[in-house]
């Protein structure tokens, strides 16, 4: 064989084997609307497809990035932005207030090609904390900002500011009066430039599920983009009557979000105090990392035993960068969609769905 020969040989030999390794790579995206006390009988059917509505207009704007040949991380912001803007989830226009009947939001994502983490706690300006969050990553030297000094960086990187009565809510404003009441709690006076309340006072139905039933809300997503990189991103108002200042799972990297390229991505939901004491997400990655379990089984074993051991409650997302995916809550319910390119869109609530 001349050498030329030998050297086209080689390089069509190399090209190939490194072609056969390179995996077939189809985008993926899974998000939660929060797990709890989401049942059939007490979801009335309007606020069931309301829910469902918001969840597949968030999922498809994550798969319009990602179908583009879009991040991981861009898909994940731009799905949380709607989930926040929805008055449906516990995130931005639809959070729970604080005992002071305060709106203080938490947020993260990571991405799981380098492990670069952004998160802010205790926001109250933000209009999308998701955004802060991913401001915080890429155009800070830090990984967590809290309070004011994360919505005066905010402001500072041009991000939108808002009156705080911008995420008045009065369905959970009624469910945090009724909450204190139970509780013999003092209540905390309407906020001002809050709308009149309505008259009567408003219903029984609340934005998710009954209304005293303990809602999470929480909303997360993980991403899988055509590069194979991962991403995962929650925003939450966290629990409600919280104490001031109060920061849950949702923004502390390996409690409530986290992302690697070499395990997977998680977004956890559900009382955030268990989830941070059992580092839920990077324990649910490092299972599959390090024990070799299948997504699923790593995911069932830290929310159906691990959590349910410290009497813990909620759920996980998560996702491969292999596009194993996987979900499971300990809960009534988790508001929760998935969509893999050339596939069916997946929205479920109760267990009984797929
Ligand atoms: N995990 C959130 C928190 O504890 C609440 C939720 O998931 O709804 O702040």
């Known amino acids: 064989m001349s050498k030329t020969r030998q050297i086209v040989v080689g390089i069509l030999t190399f090209a190939s084997i490194v072609g056969a390794q390179e995996p077939a790579r189809h985008w993926a995206i899974e998000l939660h609307g929060g797990a709890g006390d989401i049942q059939r009988a007490t979801m009335d059917a309007k606020t069931d497809a309301a829910c469902r509505a918001v969840l597949t207009q968030a999922i498809q704007a994550g798969a319009a990035v990602l179908s583009k040949g879009g991040s991981s991380l861009d898909a994940v912001e731009s799905a949380i932005r709607i989930l926040e803007d929805s008055t449906l989830f516990d995130a931005g226009r639809g959070a729970v207030f604080n005992a002071e009947g305060k709106n203080e939001f938490d947020a993260a994502i990571m991405d799981g090609s380098n492990q670069q983490a952004g998160a802010v706690a205790a926001v109250t300006r933000t209009r999308h904390p998701i955004s802060l969050a991913r401001a915080v990553m890429e155009k800070s030297p830090h990984v967590m900002l809290v309070g004011e000094g994360a919505d005066t960086f905010a402001a500072e990187v041009g991000l939108e500011q808002v009156d705080p009565v911008f995420f008045f809510n009065e369905s959970q404003w009624q469910a945090l009066v009724r909450q204190l009441k139970r509780e013999g709690r003092p209540v905390p006076p309407r906020p001002v430039g809050a709308p009149p309340p309505p008259s009567p006072a408003p219903g029984t139905v609340s934005a998710v599920g009954s209304p005293e039933a303990h809602r999470f809300g929480t909303v997360g997503v993980v991403a899988l983009d055509l590069h194979g990189n991962l991403a995962a991103g929650t925003s939450t108002g966290g629990s409600q009557a919280k104490h ?39 324990e649910v990655c490092n299972l599959v990392r390090f024990k070799g379990l299948s997504l699923q089984q790593a995911a069932d074993q830290v929310i159906g035993t691990e959590l349910v051991a410290l009497h813990g409650e909620g759920g996980v997302i998560a996702l491969t960068s292999n596009g194993e995916l996987a979900w499971t809550f300990n809960t009534h319910g988790m508001f929760r969609a998935r969509l893999v390119e050339g596939d069916k869109l997946i929205v479920a609530i109760y267990p009984d769905e797929p």
């Open 244 to 282: 001031p200042g109060r920061v849950g799972d949702s923004p502390i990297i390996g409690a409530g979000t986290y992302a690697s390229n070499s395990s997977c991505a998680v977004s956890a939901t559900g009382v955030g105090e268990y989830f941070i004491r059992l580092g839920v997400a990077r």
